[in-house]
């Protein structure tokens, strides 16, 4: 709706979209089923959990939020290098913080 | 029957007493009379036309901010409530659940549905004027956005008489909130209701990361863009990567209340305090996102009202990417006392120092442009003026708590109420209400009274400050927080009663803003030249209130503050008169996006009383909405060359 703003109008049928939502929706299913039905060791299960969870990060990323197309300046590239900032301060964040819990439990 | 009777009271709360009473009588009045007039005046059809179905940036803006001051009326009678309850030594006029459940609502209304939605309403009103676009990038995603934020606020306010308000305090920690501890519908209310708003506010956040990006006019750089501009861009960075954080910690105590999860119980094997450290990787960015729009605001305030370009542009930019970056890494500070080990606590007590280091340069920055400045003490400047010694009372206690050992003392004291009262208040509130006397011609083309508006200032600042400057000498004196009555020996009683004293004079300022509103609507100065500050950004340039296309012809920017550049040379909005206009292309209103949220309210009920069938009608009824959006095609419109010249005409600008 502005001058500088091209239409995108998107032809032919949606197959990237079909498959990245059965993919994120297998990837889902995988992990509750690995959480509920089996019985293997957490640390096994938490590694699979986070193996996963990467791969549904990576459907979103390229299926559906278009991470690879662009027009003119490629702006998403300097936000993930933020994305991967914050991602990594959250997780090692909260371990290192929550580590206390092996002293005092 | 006997039985549908007893469920019946207790669910609509009617053997709660005469506070819960009263308020039904009055939410039956208010709602009798809303409609009342509506019909009698015939303008349910206006309503539905002009403002619920709307798209137009402006007037989702307006609506924000109309929500907005409801919310803080609410709130504020909570913190009325509470002051009451608090002003003598063994006072008895709330009792210990209803004063629980009353600072619960209080904070979480005025940061949730006051302060989100003020600051937003903001990003609505000014961003697209400010940068020379005609809407935001994604109309239809704002509407949504806003009805879900209302959804939101309606299912939360419901809370208080149907089912029992939460009690958790707004910071909702685990163990206390799981079920086996507090039981009922309450801590569902609040679940269920951020997580509908937080939706709404990270499509917000998208939107307005688009806009900026990429719907400046041509010539409008980065580093031209207005300084409210820039806060806005970083604050919606931080919201796309701060809310989502929320949005898991809400969900998994959802999981946990309605079917019996335990991520957060000491039982098999959760962690309580998992719960915390999650809550404040959002709340911690959460302050920034309703403090840096502020800092945006009182920039425009302090370079209009000083005549002066505002006074170091590119540090004021660094300053915010540096706040940005640093809320992320200071969230511990919030829980120190957890013990998480003097290496956590020595960190991020660090980190949390170094805030002040940019916050500082921004605080030199707007004395500096001051500084010889022609300067102007309208209502709008005078809150940005008092901003600035308030909220850096509030500021330099902020570095008192950021160091560890000491924070043991001060630790969920009223210090720390004092604290967080005088930055929230002291910057957010004040900026919303610089804001509201600054952009209220350009909503609605009429000034506010300038002389109602000192009133208010000065009732409201004098209150504010006998109401919270005592509470850190009460917080040193062992008072703590959440505390809903106290014995007589401690020597708290008068500070407590004064502190009442000064927040019944804030209660009286807010009357009289809201009679400056009423006043103003009928008598106030009209506005007819678009330009009543002589001020210097975009958004003035365009006529007030700006028409639905905001530009008749999209400007070319030449510098930083355009709209003063473009005075200074002679130049008009429109351009050069022997260029015809061009058919501007607008999108569709569409009635979708509050049906949708109406669906939210279904699903949401549905989850607050766990009625599996409620929430699978409102969850559906959200798919097919959105279903439906996608097959929609006709989704936009030109408005002809005619029209244009007609209403540019009107406002006398060909």
Known sequence: ?105 | MGNFREWAMHFFMLDEGPLIWTSDVLIILATIGIIAVLSYFKLWKWLWDNWLTTVDHKKIGIMYLIAAILMLFRGGTDGLLLRAQLAWPNMHFLNADHYDQIFTTHGTIMILFMAMPAIIGFFNVAVPLQIGCRDVAFPYLNAISFWLFFAAAMLFNLSFVVGGSPDGGWTSYTPYVENAFDPGPGENYFLVALQITGIGTIATGVNFLVTILRMRAPGMTLMRMPMFTWSVFITSIIIVFAFPVLTVALALLLIDRDFGSHFFTVSAGGMPMQYVNLFWIWGHPEVYIVILPAFGIFSEVFSTFSRKRLFGYSAMVVSMVAIAILSFVVWVHHFFTMGAGPGVNSFFGVSTMAIAIPTGVKVFNWLFTMHKGRLEYTSAMLWAVGFIPNFLIGGLTGVMLAVPPADYQYHNSYFLVSHFHYVLIGGTVFGVFAALYYWWPKMFGVLLNERLGKWHFWLFMIGFNICFFPMYFLGFMGMTRRVYTYPAGYGWGVINLIETFGAVLMGIGFLVFAFNILWSARYGERDTTGDPWDARTLEWATTSPAPTYNFARIPEIKGRDAWWIMKKNGESINGPKDIPFEPIHMPNDSGRPIIMSLFFFIAGAGFVFEWWILAIIGLAGVLVTMALRSFEYDDHHYIPVEEIEKTEAAAGRL
């Open chain 1, 1 to 105: 709706m502005e001058t500088n703003h091209k239409f995108h109008q998107e032809t032919g049928f949606p197959w990237k979209h079909i498959w990245g939502l059965i993919a994120s929706l297998v990837l889902t299913a995988i992990a509750f089923w690995l959480a509920l039905a089996t019985h293997q060791p957490p640390a096994l299960v938490i590694t699979v959990i986070v193996i996963l969870g990467v791969g549904q990060l990576l459907v979103q990323l390229y299926m559906f939020m278009h991470f690879t197309e662009s027009d003119d300046k490629a702006w998403q590239v300097p936000t993930i290098y933020f994305a991967i900032f914050i991602a990594f301060t959250v997780v090692a964040g909260s371990i290192w913080i929550m580590s206390f819990k092996a002293l005092v439990a």
